[in-house]
């Protein structure tokens, strides 16, 4: 996928002052931008690393105008540069990667449906981020993705590097549709740090998921992973790579 909104503004991170809130030194000056990952992200957001925004300076002048259109910040932190790549950390990327791969034909797991709608409700508290369908036999699936940026030394992905009770809570709850007739689940990593090899749960930051994700596995939720290839101009999945239980 290209950036649809044009070429990215290059920024020097400054301080994270909280999940989705940083200052950013831009073009000279000190900037408020959306962090757009609520990670800790600490290898990558770091005082003096070099990132790459989105300049969302339309619908900024809006809101400002008091039109009541949510943009409340004018740049939002989509890349960081690491290790001599570029990172996404753009959490809401990796759905958009997971539908465009699968138009294409590159999703295994997911060639057997014709149909794939986004952001679905399960229920009145639970939206999965997608279901697909094959229009054929009736067969459905309910599909969750997560998005990896932390890499470690060995090259593994690990996932989440924040506790995250709605992901257990995903899992909880695709272990139960799992169950039923004619559907199956799936949840799929993104690791859109390309030095990834693989990806793993973080056992040391969010036990619970970990033990949680291997029961998901035993118990009829498939698993899979893709690693994306990112750049100033966009990212696109580049290869599957395994899910280390």
């Not at 909280?18 to 000279?28: I, L, S």
């Not at 600490?42 to 400002?64: M, Q, R, S, T, W």
């Not at 989440?160 to 809570?169: F, G, H, L």
Request: glycine share 6%; with cysteine.
């Amino acid at each position: 996928m290209i950036w649809s909104e044009g070429p990215l503004v290059n920024g020097i991170f400054m301080e994270r002052l909280h999940r989705f809130g940083a200052w950013v030194r831009v073009r000279g000056r000190k900037e408020y931008c959306h962090v757009t990952n609520s990670g800790r992200l600490k290898e990558l957001l770091y005082p003096g690393a070099k990132v790459a925004l989105v300049d969302h300076l339309p619908k900024f002048k809006i809101h400002n105008s008091k039109l009541k259109i949510p943009r409340k910040t004018r740049f939002a932190v989509r890349l960081a540069f690491y290790q001599g790549k570029w990172v996404c950390i753009e959490a809401n990327i990796a759905p958009k990667l997971l539908m465009e791969a699968w138009k294409e034909g590159r999703v295994p797991k997911l060639a057997a449906y014709n149909r794939l709608q986004a952001e679905v409700p399960l229920n009145r508290h639970t939206r999965f981020d997608f279901q697909a369908e094959n229009s054929r036999t009736g067969d459905k699936a309910w599909i969750e993705v997560k998005c990896s940026t932390l890499v470690d030394d060995k090259g593994v992905g690990r996932f989440p590097d924040a506790p995250s009770s709605r992901a257990t809570k995903h899992l909880h709850e695709l272990m139960a549709q799992a169950k039923k007739p004619k559907t199956k689940c799936f949840v799929f990593f993104i690791l859109q740090n390309p030095h990834g090899k693989a990806v793993a749960p973080k056992d040391d930051t969010d036990p619970i998921f970990g033990k949680k994700l291997r029961k998901a596995s035993r118990s009829g939720v498939t698993l899979g992973a893709f690693r994306a290839r990112v750049s100033r101009i966009g990212a696109r999945l580049d290869r599957m790579v395994p899910v280390l239980l």
